[in-house]
T-cell receptor, first 110, second 115 residues
């Protein structure tokens, strides 16, 4: 069945770049998404990429998609303490549903 | 101000009690979803509805029930049959099925605990 995998934790220093990785299994996914969740809050859409694209850049965020390896990454440039949160990768599947990864907890140290 | 409103923010359930979590959206979205979030397990789909008066079970529907009588509203009832209800519950909505870029927008969540 469909599955999305992420590493659970990432720790970086303020000002460094963060790279959060994700692998997915459904080759028919049309869109892939990155969401951010701050403590005790809902999920906020950060960015998304269409499956026929390799890269998308949006200010400090860069999404890279390797469709052959079914690998998605989110790079956050100049990471700030306010970027500390849980980041979820999600793939769309037929029928309108999303499959979410377990989430990567990003900790940014001053 | 468009969005998704979940209430209450915190909810406590006694043994054997049914409780209902509210989810309302004013985005004119056709589709609505309920997820359960447990630490380290990501989001698991409980129920979803693509259109008014219709809904489908997700991956973990046992012990839960829903209704979709109005487009704006998709309440979730946690029944006494759900033996481990303590979790963070998230409601989402999207434009609907048939749209490739079917972005889901989330409410702020309800934290349910057992007394």
């Amino acid at each position: 069945g469909e599955d999305v995998e992420q590493s659970l934790f990432l720790s970086v220093r303020e000002g460094d770049s963060s790279v959060i990785n994700c692998t997915y299994t459904d080759s028919s996914s049309t869109y892939l998404y990155w969401y951010k969740q701050e403590p005790g809050a809902g999920l906020q859409l950060l960015t998304y990429i269409f499956s026929n694209m390799d890269m998308k850049q949006d200010q400090r965020l860069t999404v890279l998609l390797n469709k052959k390896d079914k690998h998605l990454s989110l790079r956050i440039a100049d990471t700030q303490t306010g970027d500390s949160a849980i980041y979820f990768c999600a793939e769309s599947i037929p029928g309108g549903k999303l499959i979410f990864g377990q989430g990567t907890e990003l900790s940014v140290k001053p | 101000d468009g969005g998704i409103t979940q209430s209450p923010k915190y909810l406590f359930r006694k043994e054997g009690q049914n409780v209902t979590l509210s989810c309302e959206q004013n985005l004119n979205h056709d589709a609505m979803y309920w997820y359960r979030q447990d630490p380290g397990q990501g989001l698991r789909l409980i129920y979803y509805s693509q259109i008014v008066n219709d809904f489908q079970k997700g991956d973990i529907a046992e012990g839960y029930s829903v209704s979709r009588e109005k487009k704006e509203s998709f309440p979730l009832t946690v029944t006494s049959a759900q033996k481990n209800p303590t979790a963070f519950y998230l409601c989402a909505s999207s434009i609907g099925q048939g749209v490739a870029k079917n972005i889901q927008y989330f409410g702020a969540g309800t934290r349910l605990s057992v007394l």
